[in-house]
T-cell receptor, first 111, second 115 residues
Framework: QKEVEQNSGPLSVPEGAIASLNCTYS??????FFWYRQYSGKSPELIMS????GDKEDGRFTAQLNKASQYVSLLIRDSQPSDSATYLC???????????FGKGTHLIIQP | EPEVTQTPSHQVTQMGQEVILRCVPI?????FYWYRQILGQKVEFLVS????????KSEIFDDQFSVERPDGSNFTLKIRSTKLEDSAMYFC?????????????FGQGTRLTVV
């Protein structure tokens, strides 16, 4: 049984600061790792994908993967009020495997 | 920008009735998925579909569920005899699934309410 664990929050961060979101997973065979953003009542929106150990940067977002520790994180720099949402960590073994999602971390950016 | 589209956005049905949820995946994508999210809970995988057949399915995807690609563009999820506990948001997703890029993109969802 694949498990993805996230702190549900809420995580409150001042505007302009760095928001740090964390995720651990149970299946060592996981190959692909994703962060989705979900606004209330909306569908998951892909923010970042990462497939190998290390950091991957895209604009204000940096994803970090440590397969040995089974740990994925997302950093959001210069946080904006529009970043307030639930952030979902998702993993897959690849191929036709579906995504296994965590419950999400509710992020609040305080103006 | 290409996107996954789902219809209807909201469906209300009586318990025991059949419903069909429809999706148009992104045109050059090869893998299609259905997920559901019960209110306040996490997104759960139901089924993946590739080359006109089911590739993987979860424990949730029991005999009351079926999927079909009736033509070159649509991908449907049928629930044969709906139960109250089927009330949820249903998301369709698609991905290219080429090596090194397995990103899945989600449609806007169908909110299914069973009364």
């Amino acid at each position: 049984q694949k498990e993805v664990e996230q702190n549900s929050g809420p995580l409150s961060v001042p505007e302009g600061a760095i928001a740090s979101l964390n995720c651990t997973y149970s299946d060592r065979g996981s190959q692909s790792f994703f962060w989705y953003r979900q606004y209330s009542g909306k569908s998951p929106e892909l923010i970042m994908s990462i497939y190998s150990n290390g950091d991957k940067e895209d604009g204000r977002f940096t994803a970090q993967l440590n397969k040995a520790s089974q740990y994925v994180s997302l950093l959001i720099r210069d946080s904006q009020p529009s970043d307030s949402a639930t952030y979902l960590c998702a993993i897959t073994g690849g191929g036709a495997d579906g995504l296994t999602f965590g419950k999400g971390t509710h992020l609040i950016i305080q103006p | 920008e290409p996107e996954v589209t789902q219809t209807p956005s909201h469906q209300v049905t009586q318990m025991g009735q059949e419903v069909i949820l429809r999706c148009v995946p992104i045109s050059n994508h090869l893998y299609f998925y259905w997920y559901r999210q019960i209110l306040g809970q996490k997104v759960e995988f139901l089924v993946s579909f590739y080359n006109n057949e089911i590739s993987e399915k979860s424990e949730i995807f029991d005999d009351q569920f079926s999927v079909e690609r009736p033509d070159g563009s649509n991908f449907t999820l049928k629930i044969r005899s709906t139960k109250l506990e089927d009330s949820a948001m249903y998301f369709c997703a698609s991905s290219k699934q080429i090596t090194g890029n397995t990103e899945a993109f989600f449609g806007q969802g169908t909110r299914l309410t069973v009364v």
